[in-house]
């Protein structure tokens, strides 16, 4: 097996231009990421500038309501409100003694451009993000934050003017300024070796959990649920559990309206759960396309679930059975946005509340003695930045019964 | 007809390629029959067909569009083949087209409807030469020539390992960045040209639209020319699509001669 493959998946299905950049940042990411020097100040910034170690915290009413014990990661409280910060540190801090000056990044829910934007203020990066169109209006206050942090915000109007075509154009940008310019990808996704860079920064995640449940439970949880578009807090924090295999992993898709797809488009988001194997940005994987191998257009609810591929590792994770792939529908993850409000006083993010949408999905069909009696849901954000959506989502909905 | 023989012919009247790119189906399979067909009467040597893929990654605004207009109005990769194979030019075509729609159909497959339509070489422009062993084997067995690039970052081994698998031509990538049109012949490309050492001729691409540029890319050494957006960009305009292509065409190779 080549070393850049996970499994039958990965590898670095990418133009010529890009073959030594990644050779350079593989080079440097072994070279750094022993080194006593950039672990300290790693962990500096987790520490002091993310807010790390985030809470496991048990989440008593949700608990009280399902019957069993359910944890949550927080990582809605990392700086910025999401785990992309974890990933965003790490690959800055690389850049910065790769001695890059630049720092350019995809974004779907404006997440990864807003934690890019933080490393890169505080690290002294220039920087530039890329935004499919119609995440810019679905999610226009995190285009704010990142302006106001010193990032240039580009609106990518090709193909389905989401988070694929974000990449794209951040591919055709590294392409161009390859030279002195760090792609500083958000999720396990592209060429080898981000999926393992990203992971490898995400772990911290799992490997907190870890800690804290032996802590509080004095053993490991049956089960760990998570979000995956990408897949990078899916990965985060299942990495540290996969050779502990009584703990069982579900990484929930986006289902959207339904798991269907027409001839141009998917209704979902469900690569895992749904897709083929095919080569997308980078990387052999699981994907949504037609027969020809054109990519379709993924839809969901969440902008940053909107994505038709998702990591080679998961892929792979997922064919070998270590992982159970799962997916809750657009209205699902609304009701558990909603519930988890509403119970616990904590706002997820339209992402997390897939995550927690599977535990209530389970339940309310009967299945969730599947998952045991001790759960931890990875939430991965907070839910800040979907209000407004939500807020016209519900306003649609009130019409619709008006009428 | 191989790339090889037609680079043969060349020499023997001590002339350099035009190597001249459309876009299949943009903006119908009859029309791109009939541009391919200009292109020949202008001057075109060999021609290379995009064939359309939905996320094109190394193309730039103007091939982008084209794939997209392509793609609306309908053309696949069978619709493809087929138009190929009813193509009667006597140059080679070469298809180039991006990994994932050759991954689908299987590369075997893929390379045997190609030889099968006439055409004699395969560039995938996201396919570096770490990934590309099963197509180069069903490449190798069904006669194509696949053809890799080279760009000013290619140095050292992989210099080598790209010039030792490469068949037909080198695709030379005159800068860093995406397909378009540009206003000057970058200096890296004289740079890469004159560093390069290989027997196979050597083609530049990307940023070359007029017949100056053409003849400083050959002064410095290039075996061929690689023109596509300038093209592209006449097809858009749907005015007198077929005589300008073949006139950009002849200015072109005025400067191969
Ligand atoms: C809060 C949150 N969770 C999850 C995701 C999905 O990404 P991934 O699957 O890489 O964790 C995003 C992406 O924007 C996000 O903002």
Redesign the interface.
Known sequence: MKKSMYGKFGGQFVPEVLMPALTELEEAYERYKDDPEFLKELDFYMKEFAGRETPLYFAKNLSKKYGIKIYLKREDLVHGGAHKLNNTLGQALLAKYMGKKRLIAETGAGQHGTATAMAAANMGFESEVYMGAKDVIRQHMNVYRMELMGSKVNAVESGSKTLKDAINEALRDWVTNVEHTHYLIGSVVGPHPYPMIVRDFQSVIGKEVKEQIMEKEGRYPDSIVACAGGGSNAMGIFYPFIEDKEVKLFPVEAGGKELKTTEKEALHSASLCVGEEGILQGAHTLILQDKYGQILESSSVSAGLDYSGVGPELAHLADIGRITPCTVNDDEALEAFYELSRLEGIIPALESSHAIAYVMKMAKIGKLEELGDLVVINLSGRGDKDLEAVFKLKEEETKEACQ | MRIGDKFAELKEKNEKALIAYACAGDPSAEATKEIVHALVKGGADIVELGMP??????D?PTI?AAS?RA?EAGM???MYFEMAASIEENVPLVCMT????????GNEKFAKDCAEAGITGIIV????A??ADELHVACKHNGVDLI????????GK?MEK?LEKTSGFVYI?SR???TGERVDVAESTKNILARIDTEVPKAVGFGISNGQQAAEVIKAGADAVIVGSAFVNIIASGENVNERVEKLASELKISCR
């Open positions: 893929f939905s996320d094109p990654v190394a730039g982008q997209t793609l696949n990769p069978d991006y990994y994932n729609l050759i991954y689908k159909r422009p996201d396919l570096p770490e990934e890799f690039l080279i760009t000013p970052v290619t140095t992989r790209n990538v860093l960045g995406v």
